[in-house]
């Protein structure tokens, strides 16, 4: 690893100061378990490292039913998991947060971290696309909420601009019943990658669905969505919905699957997910 | 009655290993110890025109910088086709053409960025069935004059590095003879042995010119041979010390790192070089298990007898096959599975290729071939509409059956370990549908294997019985985790009647332990457990005869017995061994005999090399280990998803002599066997790794374990210590074909190469709907 | 630049400069000597450099050094006293839970932690919390059971 300056600033502030003045020369640490690697591997070379841990407001899970759950950039995934509110509120969540890594990982690892990273497979990214979470960001500039599918811009690309920071990420409230579900597919059960992962939320009569890992970025399937809303689910309609996803994304082959591959699995997933928040079971 | 030997006694590491205590090669740290890195081929196979070494040099902190010519003398097990440094020309991409040593990793890191060479691409080879091709490009243009083993056939002018044939009967009658002939193809890849220890050596000159390396390695004397060789120097000076070795099956038996250490210390001043391999070093750099496609033709009658098969197994040995040629011999003279057929015609054939260098992997072939033999067995014995299991009793070796070498058995335990496992599995009941999506299958399938290695290499061992009759047992068989220093020392408990505790068991020092050829081929509970065997014999007889002295009793009178020495008629007469360790002494105050040291040695008796053209002998190999696994399965058919629910194991390991150890070693089996037919591949694109990590290398992990029911039969080895066979390897034999049976077994459809991905399973769902 | 930090180690009180690119875990092997904690990928895959940072078990190749300022950190060495095993390790010893043993450092120490936060474990949740953790060598049923019988015997106070 190559050498860097340390700094551990304790205020929102300082950080956007330290970010704004070295630019590209500066990165920020986070959980670090990408940034670490990619650091051994020499894929980044920062000159300054800034680590954000020391900023009490950003270590915070609030939740109110006016402005449902805000959750601090340091959070880890493991205290999303644990979390009493988030459990009750947002199972699908949690269910995200468990299949991130491993538990080791999930220690160190943060939600905004897996966002930011803006990997196409986050698991974390498709519950959060149709929970239609928020990220809010602090720069030189200001503050501004940004949704969350309009926060990706490319593999391993996001939105944020020189000095800024992802300070927390918000879920709204979501009136009345409502069931989330997130089904991932990876060539093992445990700590892998998705291959595609697919998160489905049914409130009432709409259906929203994510697809990660099938496209640059992770994506809301809105065509798909239209397709279903309002309509009784039954098995040519989940089969259309399976097949309506696949126009909406640009699964690669990679080794860790095949186009073809990932393409059987997206109407397989958004199938099951959608009969599974239906109440339906996976056969 | 047998006081240690059969018990499940705890493991003697055990402490020193719960509490981290143990030490690896890279936990030693010596004074002014200098840090290497290799500089690595971008090509697979191109000419080296020039290297640049000069910027690399003035680098501050740097000491060494070593190229191929530092390290000329080719050399290699069973054929010496290999250098350390790559000279004139790189096989494959990774391959070390230069080495710096400075005085902290980074700085040799940087060291090596600086070091520019100048490469010409020549074409290459990716598969063996290209590089069998006549105008295959020529990977070792002096492949004729490399020096070999007489067992080894190499042939000049191609890439094939060994030809091993078998011509047993006549296949040409065989066939006729049949009512059925079928013909299939499949394919093993390369996989990587991952244990979770990364390669280390560390070596060190002293100023009288003798060097001593450190590395975690299962064969310190053959290492340490090997070294001899390619440095020109007396084995005197040289040692080689193995610490504490975290995994090895296989991957840690030859000799790589050791090589680059050693020139770079020698230059060194005195001072160590250490050279640690990262995950993704170990993934290219060390030994990979070879791929492998195979060809069955097989002739069947109707009522179910194998009367001719004709194979072929086509070997990806990678650049290097100094090992691996020997893997090629192995899966030649078991080229049936454990089964009895009268016409066999079989070609084993070893091929370069620019990938990673092939050598011995757990199974040493038996796993590549088990999978095409005992897959299409099980497809013979659908055609012919036999159940697979009484298809495999029917064709079984048993006492009396011919191996295709034409040797005649006895003492086999195979069709036992058939209807133990197939009991365990419940084979005869089946629940196939368990919903819309969900299907279940159970497969089973045999093995058989011997220690491929050369006839006439042996152990030796050392019993020192201490002042107070306690006893260090000194041996080179290492323990890799298979739990040998523990069993071995229950054997030398067994024969000089103390505890265990009361022995301390020391290995891995050419200096100090006593000469074993190598920690492979699961011959070390029958080799060196002979030998330990035959060292405490001696140190009891010893003390039988001093005791004979003391009583004026005959010797055939006197046991040894709870650590004592008593007459059989006169139970007042006795002495203990702590009285009898230092000589015994005389009524006047005089001693004779002095120190008792019991030494054992041993070779497998009566193993001859098998003929050149037909591979026909009466003993090729010293013992035959015969095991079955069955597995249950459920495959989801949208996704293809196989999930191992349950493995029933048995093996017939002749005599347990750690029954939970035996048990444990069936588990970790089980499950790196699982690992092989469901996850595990290299990727290699133009003989690139695309997935060398852990990342995109998956390995099982403990929610991948299955249910699993071991069974051990004991049909005891006649030359065995209490008939003990070796069964480390035998373990993952069998499991990924028992898996690619029962994924048959559930979905009817073949998966002919491994591993058996979700995404092979759907596209073969999707094709039989078709 | 170097950075002072202070730590409490295995119990004791520790001030030391280290560079801010080196991981913890070469801090603890190379600095501190503490040779027990073991690196296997140096990419958080492979679990064997598990240490416990403020009770919860982390990568310590995936964490820095100059992250631990203020904190404590539990490696295997601080398992036992030098006279008493632990609970757990007890219980790897007597199911054979080990092999080559080149894991287990890392294993007990995630198992430790699930058992400072579940007394009462199952055996999904034992399986949750060693997932991270690769051992090629004994085929994890044995560990399993050693965990589960490290509870019963009061292993999960």
């Avoid at chain 2, 071939?369 to 048993?398: C, T």
Wanted: charged share 25%.
């Amino acid at each position: 690893m190559k050498e860097f300056e340390y700094l551990k600033p304790d205020s929102i502030k300082k950080t956007i100061s330290i970010l704004s003045q070295f630019g590209e020369k500066a990165q920020i640490l986070n959980g670090g378990t990408d940034l670490i690697v990619e650091m051994r591997d020499k894929i980044i070379q920062p000159e300054y490292l800034v680590d954000i841990k020391a900023i009490p407001q950003l270590n915070r899970i609030t939740y109110n039913k006016q402005d449902g759950l805000n959750i601090g950039a340091t959070v880890t995934l493991n205290e999303i998991s644990n979390s009493k509110v988030v459990q009750t509120h947002y199972p699908i969540l949690v269910k995200a947060c468990k299949t991130v890594g491993s538990y080791q990982v999930r220690n160190r690892a943060t939600l905004a971290g897996n966002i930011c990273n803006a990997s196409p497979a986050a698991d974390t990214a498709p519950p959060l696309l149709v929970l239609e979470a928020k990220v809010n960001i602090i720069g030189p500039t200001g503050e501004k909420i940004v949704p969350i599918n309009q926060f990706f811009t490319g593999v391993k690309k996001n939105i944020l601009k020189k000095g800024e920071i992802v300070t927390s990420i918000t879920i709204p409230p979501i009136k009345g019943k409502w069931v989330g579900v997130y089904l991932k597919q990876g060539r093992k059960k445990e700590v892998d990658l998705a291959t595609v992962g697919v998160a489905v939320v049914c409130i009432r009569d709409e259906v929203r669905i994510a697809l990660g890992a099938v496209a640059p970025v992770p994506v809301r399937a809105f065509k798909t969505e239209e397709l279903l809303k309002g309509k009784t689910i039954d098995e040519s309609l989940l089969e259309k919905a399976g097949r309506s996803a696949l126009t909406e994304v640009s699964p690669i082959s990679d080794v860790r699957s095949s186009q073809e591959y990932r393409e059987e699995i997206i109407k397989v997933l958004v199938r099951r997910a959608i009969l599974q928040a239906k109440g339906g079971h996976i056969l | 009655m047998l006081k240690y030997v059969g018990q499940s006694a705890l493991r003697v590491d055990g402490v020193r290993k719960v509490t981290g205590f143990s030490r690896y090669t890279d936990d030693l740290k010596l004074s002014g110890m200098l840090y290497a890195r290799i500089k690595k081929s971008p090509y697979p196979h191109a000419k080296i025109l020039k290297i640049d070494t000069s910027k690399a040099e003035k680098l501050p902190g740097v000491k060494v910088v070593i190229t191929g010519k530092d390290v000329p003398i080719r050399v290699g097990l069973y054929l010496e086709d290999k250098t350390f440094l790559a000279i004139d020309k790189v096989r494959f991409i990774g391959e070390p053409v230069a080495a710096v040593a400075a005085e902290s990793e980074e700085i040799a890191e940087e060291a090596v960025s600086l070091i520019e060479v100048d490469y010409k691409k020549l074409s290459a080879v990716f598969s063996p069935l290209e590089g069998i091709k006549p105008d295959a490009p020529l990977i070792h243009e002096d492949l004729g004059s490399y020096k070999h083993a007489s067992i080894i056939l190499p042939q000049s002018g191609t890439n094939i590095s060994n030809h091993y044939k078998i011509r047993k009967g006549n296949t040409e009658e065989g066939f006729k003879e049949a009512d059925f002939v079928f013909e299939n193809e499949f394919y093993v890849p390369h996989i990587q042995h991952s244990a979770i220890e990364n390669h280390c050596a560390i070596a060190q000159v002293d100023p009288e010119g003798k060097i001593t390396v450190w590395a975690g390695c299962q064969s310190p004397y053959t290492v340490r041979r090997t070294l001899a060789t390619a440095f020109n120097i007396q084995l005197n000076k040289i040692r080689v010390i193995s610490p504490a070795i975290g995994g090895g099956f296989g991957g840690k038996a030859g000799t790589t790192l050791e090589g680059i250490v050693i020139p770079l210390a020698q230059k060194a001043n005195y001072r160590p070089v250490k050279l640690s391999f990262s995950r993704e070093d170990v993934f290219t750099n060390t030994f990979i298990r070879q791929g492998m496609h195979a060809r069955i033709k097989t002739g069947v009658t109707k009522s179910g007898r194998i009367v001719a098969e004709e194979n072929k197994f086509y070997w990806d040995g990678g650049a290097y096959t100094e090992y691996g040629v020997n893997i090629a011999r192995a899966g030649g003279y078991a080229s049936t599975g454990p089964y009895d057929i009268p016409n066999v015609k079989a070609d084993s054939i070893c091929v370069y290729t620019n990938h990673p260098a092939g050598g011995p992997y757990r199974g040493f072939g038996m796993s590549e071939i088990h999978f095409a033999i005992e897959q299409n067995l099980d497809i013979v014995a659908h055609k012919i509409k036999m159940d697979p299991l009484e298809f495999r009793r029917k064709n079984a070796l048993k006492d009396g059956g011919r191996t295709v070498t034409g040797q005649v058995l006895e003492n086999v335990g195979f069709v036992e370990c058939l209807d133990k496992t197939a009991k365990d599995i419940e084979w005869d009941k089946r629940v196939k549908k368990v919903s819309a999506t969900k299907y279940r299958g159970k497969g089973i399938a045999g093995m058989y294997k011997a220690p491929s290695m050369p006839n006439n290499v042996g152990s030796s061992a050392i019993v020192k019985i201490n002042e107070d009759g306690t006893v260090n047992l000194l041996v080179t068989a290492m323990d890799l985790g298979q739990g040998s220093d523990t069993a071995l020392t229950q054997i030398a408990a067994e024969v000089l009647t103390i505890p265990i505790s009361q022995i301390s068991i020391i290995t891995g020092d050419t200096d100090c332990t006593p000469y074993e050829w190598q920690t492979v081929a699961s011959r070390t509970i029958y080799c060196c457990g002979n030998s330990i065997k035959r060292a405490a014999e001696d140190a009891k007889n010893q003390m039988l005869k001093l005791a004979s002295l003391k009583f004026g009793i005959p010797e055939n009178d006197l046991e040894l017995k709870d650590g004592q020495i008593i007459s059989k008629n006169y139970p007042d007469k006795k002495v203990k061994i702590a009285d009898l360790a230092m000589g015994l002494t005389m009524p006047d105050g005089s001693g004779i005999h002095g120190p008792i040291i019991g030494r054992g040695a041993f070779i497998p008796p009566d193993v001859k090399d098998t003929d050149k053209e037909t591979g026909q002998g009466d003993k090729p190999v010293a013992f035959w280990t015969f095991g079955v696994q069955a597995a249950e399965v459920e495959v989801d058919i949208e996704t293809g998803e196989v999930k191992v629910l349950k493995v029933a194991a048995a093996y017939d390991a002749g005599k347990a002599i750690n029954p939970e150890l035996v048990c444990a070693q069936i588990e970790g089996g089980i499950v790196q066997g699982l690992g092989s037919a469901l996850l595990e591949e290299m990727k290699i694109e133009e003989g690139k790794v695309l997935n060398p990590s852990f990342v995109d290398y998956k390995i099982p992990a403990i929610g991948d374990a299955p249910e699993m029911k071991i069974s051990i039969v004991e049909v005891p080895e006649p030359t065995g210590p209490w008939g003990a066979r070796g069964i480390a390897e035998p373990c993952m034999v069998p499991t990924a074909p028992a898996i690619a049976n029962a994924v048959f077994d559930a979905i009817g459809c073949r998966i002919n190469s491994l591993p058996i991905t979700a995404e092979k399973v759907l596209k073969a769902i999707k094709e039989k709907k078709k | 630049m170097k950075h002072k930090i202070r730590f409490t180690i295995n119990g004791e009180v520790k001030e030391i400069e280290v560079q801010p690119n080196k991981t913890l875990l070469k801090m603890l092997r190379e600095d501190l000597d503490l040779i027990g904690v073991k690196e296997g990928c140096g990419a958080g895959e492979c679990g064997a450099c598990t240490v416990l940072v403020n009770n919860k078990p982390v990568n310590s190749c995936l964490m820095l050094a100059v992250e631990v300022d203020g904190k404590e950190i539990l490696t295997i060495e601080g398992l036992s006293d030098g006279i008493n095993l632990d609970p757990l390790q007890e219980s790897f010893l007597k199911h054979n839970a080990i092999q080559c043993g080149y894991c287990t450092p890392g294993m007990v120490m995630s198992a430790k932690a699930l058992l400072n936060r579940n007394s009462h474990p199952k055996e999904e949740d034992v399986k949750e919390a060693l997932a991270g953790n690769l051992c090629r060598c004994t085929g994890y049923k044995r560990i399993v059971d050693a965990v589960l019988d490290a509870v019963k015997k009061g292993g999960g106070k």
